[in-house]
């Protein structure tokens, strides 16, 4: 089965950094666009920023210049460099791969990991 794992939240203080990372793994065929969205509490779920397996990338405009998105195709693992951190950003990062896997090609989600902006 497939699996996408991330890892890399914490809390950190204003203005401050972290990388987060989302190794996908299982019976992977091949990887089309992975992304990064995130959830705040009492809000929707959006997205942050996406990369396609050619290296095309978008980012929503709240993060553009303070996030960078990134991926390592031979370890099947994407990464989020988040710098300049708002307190808006606290929220729970997930992350979501589009995957052939042994159920064809579907989107996959993992777990989400946390991220606390605050002094």
């Known amino acids: 089965q497939v699996q996408l794992v991330e890892s890399g939240g914490g809390l950190v203080q204003p203005g401050g950094s972290l990388r987060l990372s989302c190794a996908a793994s299982?019976?992977?065929?091949?990887?089309?666009?992975m992304g990064w969205y995130r959830q705040a509490p009492g809000k929707q779920r959006e997205l942050v920023a996406t990369i396609t397996r050619e290296g095309r990338i978008t980012y929503v405009d709240s993060v553009r210049g303070r996030f960078t998105i990134s991926r390592d195709n031979a370890k099947n693992t994407a990464y989020l460099q988040t710098s300049s951190l708002k307190p808006e950003d606290t929220a729970l990062y997930y992350c979501?791969?589009?995957?052939?896997?042994?159920?064809?090609?579907?989107?996959?989600w993992g777990q989400g990991t946390q991220v606390t902006v605050s002094s």
């Open positions: 299982g019976s992977i065929y091949g990887i089309y666009t």
């Open positions: 979501k791969a589009n995957l052939w896997g042994v159920d064809g090609l579907r989107d996959y």
